[in-house]
């Protein structure tokens, strides 16, 4: 099946318990867009709307399941993240290129995303949840995202160099 239909199957499923017993098969999907080796830039937009949508749906139901699974949803979209160049915002902004729009428009659907998982009553319940990630990508658009989680008293920078220091 195409991960676009399995993507909106999946993400508009009326019960939940159906989108939870599809999580492995929706976030494969996601993967799938979002690692595109095609680099299709509407694949991988789609693909992080979906991610997105789908979440929102689990997290009106079941926020234990969104936060047990939450390192998997995050590692979804590194590749995203991971393509960024801090540097090039400012080229892209006055770029006719429509795949260099759509690519920035990714990124930052992604950032604010992340963002919405850090902050107000659905932050303060993952925040136990994202002391489990390894780490954050480097890039600068992640700042509100580690404030987010730093306020809250999880600082990932910090808990990179613990388990740094602690594996042999």
Not at 61 to 66: K, L, R
Request: proline content about 4%; overall charge negative; charged content about 20%.
């Amino acid at each position: 099946m195409d991960p676009s239909k399995w993507l909106q199957t999946a993400t508009f499923t009326t019960k939940v318990t159906h989108s939870i017993r599809l999580a492995p098969f929706s976030l494969g999907a996601v993967n799938s867009g979002i690692g595109d080796e095609s680099n299709d830039e509407q694949i991988k937009y789609f693909s992080v709307i979906g991610l997105c949508k789908y979440v929102e749906v689990l997290l009106q139901h079941d926020v234990e399941f969104v936060g047990s699974n939450l390192s998997t949803i995050i590692v979804s979209l590194f590749p995203i993240l991971y393509g960024d160049n801090d540097d090039d915002e400012f080229e892209v902004f006055f770029s006719d290129d429509a795949a260099a729009n759509l690519r920035q428009s990714t990124i930052s659907l992604a950032v604010n995303f992340l963002t919405s998982l850090t902050t107000g009553k659905i932050g303060e319940e993952l925040l136990p949840f994202f002391s489990q990630i390894p780490f954050l990508p480097e890039t600068s658009k992640l700042d509100s995202v580690r404030a987010g989680l730093k306020a809250g008293g999880v600082d990932l920078d910090e808990l990179t160099q613990k388990r740094c220091v602690s594996e042999p």
